[in-house]
């Protein structure tokens, strides 16, 4: 949802007079696609059928990436946001798809935590910490 707004939003202004606006609009709809293909990989419990794929490192692998290029296209997005602009509704466009591509940014870099957890097994629940062997 929050790449979704990011794309949005600078969508809504006049991003290709400013060549900078292009990398925010790259990254923005390509990782959403790719997430939202994930995410419809999980849904449909596809990684289930492609059992050799290490899913977990997978996953924090595109996460990873995913916080580098967001962390690009923010600094990108917010530089390029010019208070004096003669347009002011791109104004406020342009800083709040830098605002959500912030919050984007922590987003990924949130999952790429978990997933970092996941992959290492360091992640529990209630119900494997009660479980003993009792042989």
């Given amino acids: 949802v929050l790449g979704l707004l990011v794309w949005a939003l600078i969508a809504d202004t006049t991003y290709y007079l400013h060549a900078a606006y292009a990398w ?3 990254v923005s ?3 959403w696609i790719v997430t939202v293909l994930f995410l419809v990989t ?3 419990q596809l990684q289930l059928k492609f059992y050799v ?3 977990p ?4 692998i595109f996460n990873a990436v995913a916080t580098v290029l967001y962390i690009s296209a923010f600094v990108t997005c917010a530089a390029a946001v010019q208070p ?7 104004y406020n466009r342009r800083a709040a798809a830098s605002f959500f591509a912030c919050v984007a940014m922590i987003a990924y870099g949130a999952s790429t935590f978990f997933s970092f957890r996941a992959w ?3 992640g529990s629940n209630a119900a494997t ?5 009792r042989a």
């Fill in 120 to 122: 290492k097994g360091l």
């Fill in 84 to 90: 004096t602009s003669w347009r002011q509704w791109d």
């Fill in 53 to 55: 794929i290490p899913w």
């Fill in 24 to 26: 925010v609009m790259f």
């Fill in 42 to 44: 999980y849904l449909l």
């Fill in 57 to 60: 490192l997978v996953l924090m």
């Fill in 29 to 31: 709809i390509f990782l």
């Fill in 129 to 133: 910490s009660q479980v003993t062997d």
